[in-house]
């Protein structure tokens, strides 16, 4: 049970998070070139349909690990994702990050039975802020980054797992004009007890 005087403080912070976020986000804004016309909104790159996706993904385990596909439980599972772009032009790259782990991202993690991984329930999920950063990837180049996703999912138990990583592609959508998911390679890694 919350104490008043836990609550107070939980709210203090919650409060003094907030305005120290919507200060950042105020100085971040100032760079009129990504804003839209009301100077609110972030901008995304506008681009001509597509007939094909416009970039592609690739897992691989992450370079931050040793063993760059065992691991034990309760260690840091470090996966790697790159986003290369296939078209001849720019394509917007923003992400949406949080204490919980990369959010632009659709993760599908299964066991080796096939069965979904159970997420790790923060316990005060209230004080997971998200952060927004605009991006851009030009013809030809890749955008690389890396995930721990034991913050996110339960490796608690020796076995393989499979993962596969997928992302919406606001430039390529299918004959109902819903936006197409690329979806990555898949990847094993083995959890050792």
């Not at 004080?127 to 950063?133: E, G």
Request: charged share 20%.
């Amino acid at each position: 049970m919350i104490t008043l005087r836990q609550f107070s403080r939980n709210t203090l912070f919650i409060g003094a998070l907030a305005f120290t976020t919507s200060i950042s986000i105020a100085q971040n804004d100032t760079r009129s070139t990504n804003l839209d016309p009301d100077g609110v909104h972030m901008r995304s790159i506008k681009n001509p349909p597509q007939s094909a996706p416009s970039f592609t993904l690739t897992l691989s385990p992450g370079t931050r690990n040793k063993n760059i596909s065992e691991f034990r439980v309760g260690s840091k599972v470090w996966i790697t994702i790159k986003m290369t772009n296939i078209t001849e032009h720019t394509i917007d790259h923003s992400d949406w990050h949080s204490d919980a782990g990369e959010m632009s991202y659709l993760w599908d993690v299964n066991d080796e039975d096939g069965k979904p991984v159970a997420k790790i329930v923060h316990l005060h999920p209230e004080l997971d802020t998200a952060s927004y950063y605009w991006g851009a990837i030009s013809p030809g180049e890749s955008e690389i980054g890396e995930v721990q996703l034991n913050r996110v999912y339960k490796f608690d138990r020796p076995g393989k797992y499979v993962i596969q990583v997928s992302r919406p592609d606001i430039d390529f959508k299918d004959a109902n004009g819903n936006f197409v998911n690329v979806k990555s390679n898949i990847i094993t890694i083995t959890i050792t007890g």
